[in-house]
């Protein structure tokens, strides 16, 4: 019998090592083939619901540490997952906790959390809401349905509306002690767009289109949204009456006109207004976010990416442009020749990326897609991303459009009384002086508070 040496051993070992390595570095997942798509996304949430279960704040269902609204998008990414998936196994969590932190009006603005939260972190559980109308996600029996949520995030939403500067427009924070509140940013503009158009063509109210035209004309009118160029930009300041935008270029911006522009396109059909704004933002889109370093179909976060400064919100935004592009492509049928290749070519990236091990975890996924390996950015947002990615190329081959309220006549309004007030769209609540006494009287507070804080830090 022949023996190994010492040498040999090892070197036998770490071949061994290194094919056991070789063959987990690539998720195998082939754009145009549905059970290797299902097959990687199973490989990347696991991690991701790790990471979800470490962050709890406290252990509350939905609330993340330092953080709330990106429980609510992975939430809606889960469930866009499952309805084009069929993969059932984490439905029941993520009703329980999208219900949970619905809050005591059914409106995602609770109490604990509603003096620090700005309108861009409302409408994102507002979208979850109206995907899990569209994706025909089971209603909780006792519960307003997800269609009254959806509805109850707008009507609150489109009462903070302010004429008072710009002409418009929705302010980036809620009260007027956040940083930011002087601006108007468009994921915020964006995104009440995008809920707008999804809830008209879901509900057939026409008040939803009224709104979806409104926030289009603002935000064209005010720079936010050039539609020349076919330029969004980050966002306007109210000090200088929106005349100086901020020219910062993120993926998610374009996601929710795009998508919003896509749904009203649809829901028109076929309006030629709407596909030249769906045209003209996906061509930008095209050249901004696929840059030829990485083979022009990988989509890259470009601000931020390329020096590695992104910040955990800035890590998810991909994965929310690739389910947006992907609902583009499916109801303005036109697009999806030029859609297709783009989504395709990133899951291929995304596959090749998602091979980090990390604390007895593997397939983690990095920031930087084109990478070809991970990057060492590991969390609950970059596993959300990259399943955005998986799950866009599964909704591609899904013959379903999104359900409207004909097609999912369980999501019909419930008429619960508590869900956000008066649901009706036509009756708008706005915010009332007695509102706004109450943001500035809890602005004092928190200024005394602070200033008596820093006044014991420097006391001798």
């Known amino acids: 019998m022949h023996y190994l040496s010492g040498r040999q051993l090892c070197a036998t070992s770490l071949f061994l090592l290194l094919h056991v390595q070789s063959a987990l570095s690539d ?18 949430i696991p991690p991701m619901m790790e990471f979800y279960k470490q962050n709890q704040t406290e252990g509350i269902p939905g609330k993340l540490t330092d953080t709330w609204y990106i429980a609510g998008s992975m939430f809606m990414t889960l469930i866009q997952y499952w309805q ?10 993520v009703s329980h906790d999208l219900m949970f932190q619905a809050g005591e009006n059914y409106d995602y603005f609770s109490a604990n959390y509603s003096q620090w939260l700005g309108n861009d972190d409302q409408m994102f559980w507002g979208l979850a809401a109206i995907t899990a109308s569209e994706a025909g996600f089971p209603e909780r029996e006792g519960k307003p349905s997800w269609t009254s949520l959806a509805r109850a995030v707008f009507n609150e939403q489109a009462g903070r509306w302010d004429g008072t500067t710009c002409g ?8 007027p002690y956040q940083a930011g509140y002087q601006l108007k940013n468009a994921i915020s503009n964006g995104g009440l767009f995008e809920l707008a158009a999804r809830l008209a063509r879901f509900t057939k109210n026409e008040t939803y289109t009224e709104w979806a035209e409104k926030i289009w004309d603002w935000s064209a009118k005010s720079g936010l949204l050039d539609v020349n160029k076919w330029l969004i930009h980050d966002s306007v300041n109210n000090d200088d009456q929106c005349k100086s935008p901020d020219n910062l270029q993120w993926t998610y911006n374009y996601g929710t006109y795009l998508s919003g522009a896509a749904f009203m396109y649809n829901y028109t059909n076929g309006d030629q207004k709407w596909l030249d704004r769906v045209n003209g933002l996906l061509d930008t889109t095209e050249k901004t976010f696929f840059p030829k370093t990485f083979g022009g179909n990988t989509m890259s976060e470009v601000a931020c990416e390329p020096i590695m400064t992104c910040d955990r919100n800035q890590i998810c935004f991909k994965g929310y442009l690739s389910m947006w592009m992907a609902f583009t492509a499916i109801l303005v049928p036109s697009t999806k020749e030029r859609v297709v290749p783009k989504l395709q070519g990133s899951v291929e990236a995304i596959s090749k990326m998602c091979n980090g091990q990390s604390d007895g975890q593997s397939n983690l996924c990095g920031l930087t897609w084109g990478a070809g390996k991970f990057d060492g950015v590991k969390g609950l947002e970059a596993q959300m991303s990259a399943l955005g990615g998986i799950t866009a190329n599964l909704m591609l081959s899904a013959t379903e459009t999104p359900n409207t309220i004909d097609t999912n006549p369980d999501a019909k309004e419930h008429n619960v009384p508590s869900a956000g007030g008066d649901s009706d769209p036509n009756k708008l609540k706005p915010i009332t002086t007695a509102d706004r006494a109450g943001a500035w009287i809890l602005m004092v507070i928190v200024s005394i508070a602070i200033t008596g804080a820093v006044g014991w830090l420097v006391k001798p």
């Open 27 to 44: 998720l195998g997942i082939t754009a145009n083939n549905d059970d290797s798509l299902k097959n990687g996304a199973k490989e990347v």
């Open 84 to 93: 084009a998936s069929g993969d059932d196994t984490y439905n029941d969590l």
């Open 168 to 175: 418009g427009g929705m302010r980036w924070q809620v009260w």
